[in-house]
DNA sequence: ATGGCCATCATGGATGGA
């Protein structure tokens, strides 16, 4: 089976794209982020024309995270990881035998700036709410675009990229302490000497960044134990980015062995 | 040396993104 994140980077405006690539890339779930709309605004006839079932959490302009399965979807949670928060970036299913969390992380702007301030937060309230609310023992897949470059050598350029927004020691610290608790980086456990363009999954709008291979990897899936010895592969959809009008990032697409349509 | 693009909201240009 195919578990696909995907910051589309505004829903609405990838309408052009997104019914060609569900029907080739067919995932069995999908976590998108930032929909950048309302919930009432959210193209839900364009999943439920292919069977999917949806829960998302909207927001008006900014962030916005949804899920998509082709399976039922039971215990939704939204507004993880902090109660009350305003901000649409976490949302939490359970669906085809898996806990699926997805999250698009804070991006923080500059290291120093309030909205860094705001992220080493957000990622603290993170990194408690799945120690309380997931275990390792069970299938679990935390998932999304994290704005965090695991190493430096997950940058296109690691001199220029060290200790900037998403590569510093502070924001790294969360996402080891992920690691620690009991998930693994999927894409780094298969790959463990991938680097360079064809393992970013995102690259900037400016200055040519894609064909100039000015990515980092910033999307990812942590998984546990019991989904990693089922993962055959992590695909990076670098034809979606080659697309007209495509989002800054790439689909990224974690393939399990077993309990699902393309399972091998 | 600096910024270089894109989306939103709104209808100009600020804000956010990474």
Redesign the pocket.
Known sequence: MRIVTF?V??????MHLLPAWLDRARPDVLCL??L??EAADFPMELFAQRGYHVALQGQ????GVAVASLTPLDDVRTGLPLAGDAEARGIAVRTAGLHIVNL???????VGDP?YDHKLRWLDALVDWVARSCTPEEALVVCG?F?IAPTDDDTWDPAAWHGE??CSEAERAPFRRLLDWGLHDAFRALYPTAFGRYAHT?W?????GFPRGHG?R?DHHLVSASVLARAAAVEIDRDMRKSD?????APVTLVLRGEGAAGG
């Open positions: 910051n980077n505004s829903i609405r405006a990838r982020q930032e950048k709309c008006k302009t900014y962030n698009y992380v804070v991006n923080g702007k500059a909205k675009d704005n927004v998403l995102w900037d709008y400016r200055g040519a980092l910033i009008k495509a989002s800054d990032h």
